[in-house]
């Protein structure tokens, strides 16, 4: 039984669920803020199944869709449908019934959850073809893990919180109330966006191990596109672009010296990644996109689960 569910979770790449899964849980907490950052244990089970569902959904049809692309690609010869070890038809019941599951998940969170839910699993799966037509496939895999911040969101809050600005001059402290309820609508939009430019700058990095495959049988890429060399200057300048707004995002949510302390470590972790890149052989490039993002995740949801928890200043509510 064990080995089964070990065989499953290596086919969907289980442990890569720690790139989006900590950007999530930090927007379910700082929109969970008035209760120290618990939405209680049924919201907090529903969006970690959720997420789980969505991640098995996309990554599902990422590999039967890349089936043959994987078979002839040396660096993935070796996985599961190519090899045998997973049938087409069980790949094809996982992808549906992750999918299914998202939906129900969604459903028992909100109305607008699962009003959006097909559209988000849409986004999730479209990813997986971008590679055929675009060079910009990095950004569409980006907007697919920045759903996971936005629907944590969401399913706290059941909206992103703007004020409106009707009747905000009608008494002294309206238009700060406004003030305040549009800076809380912003976080997770603001969030959303570092995700997306912090997944384009190191799937380029990570697609560097493929240059040579992809473009002898034409899949797109920047790396491809551009060549290595430019597109590594424009991951660069996403992460130093999405370092920006992660300092906003903390600014906005009025976060102080932990998250401050966690922000330079993640500096420092993309600055190791680039480096690793520039500097080391490609089988370096493995250590660069998990290792170092991980930490990357992992660090954004200790520091603001920090900072919610203890005001700043690492006092108990």
Not at 104 to 113: E, G, V, Y
Not at 123 to 147: E, M, N, P, Q
Not at 212 to 229: E, I, N, P
């Amino acid at each position: 039984m064990f080995s089964l569910i070990k065989k499953w979770a290596s086919f969907v790449r289980f442990p890569h669920t720690v790139f989006a899964l900590p950007f999530a849980l930090a927007a379910m907490t700082v929109a969970a803020r008035d209760n120290r950052g618990w939405p209680g244990w049924r919201t907090f089970g529903l969006i970690l199944t959720a997420m789980v569902c969505a991640r098995t959904c996309a990554m599902a049809f990422n590999r039967i869709v890349d089936r043959k692309f994987d078979a002839l690609n040396p660096r993935t010869t070796n996985r599961h449908l190519p090899t045998g070890q997973i049938s087409l038809t069980g790949a094809i019941a996982l992808w549906v019934l992750s999918g299914a599951g998202l939906v129900a998940a969604s459903h028992f969170l909100n109305p607008l959850c699962f009003y959006l839910s097909p559209v988000a699993l849409v986004v999730i799966c479209f990813y997986s073809l971008t590679k055929r037509f675009t060079d910009y496939t990095h950004v569409f895999l980006g907007l697919a893990l920045a759903l996971a911040p936005v629907g944590a969101w969401l399913a706290v809050k059941g909206e992103f919180g703007f004020a409106s600005p009707a009747g905000m001059f009608s008494s002294p402290g309206s238009f700060w109330a406004w003030e305040q309820a549009a800076r809380v609508g912003v976080q997770p939009i603001v969030l959303a966006l570092a995700v997306v430019l912090w997944l384009v700058g190191f799937d380029i990095i990570y697609s560097l191990q493929d240059y040579g495959f992809d473009k002898a049988h034409g899949l797109h890429s920047l790396v491809v596109a551009w060549g290595q060399k430019n597109a590594l200057a424009a991951a660069f300048l996403a992460h130093l672009a999405m370092c920006g707004l992660l300092l906003a995002f903390g600014l906005l949510c009025r976060f102080r010296l932990a998250y401050l302390v966690g922000w330079m470590i993640i500096v420092g972790c993309l600055v190791l990644e680039h480096w690793i890149a520039r500097r080391r052989s490609l089988n370096w490039i493995n250590v660069a996109f998990f290792r170092l993002n991980a930490v990357v995740s992992a660090v954004f949801l200790i520091v603001t689960v920090a900072e919610v928890v203890f005001q700043g200043g690492f006092k108990l509510r």
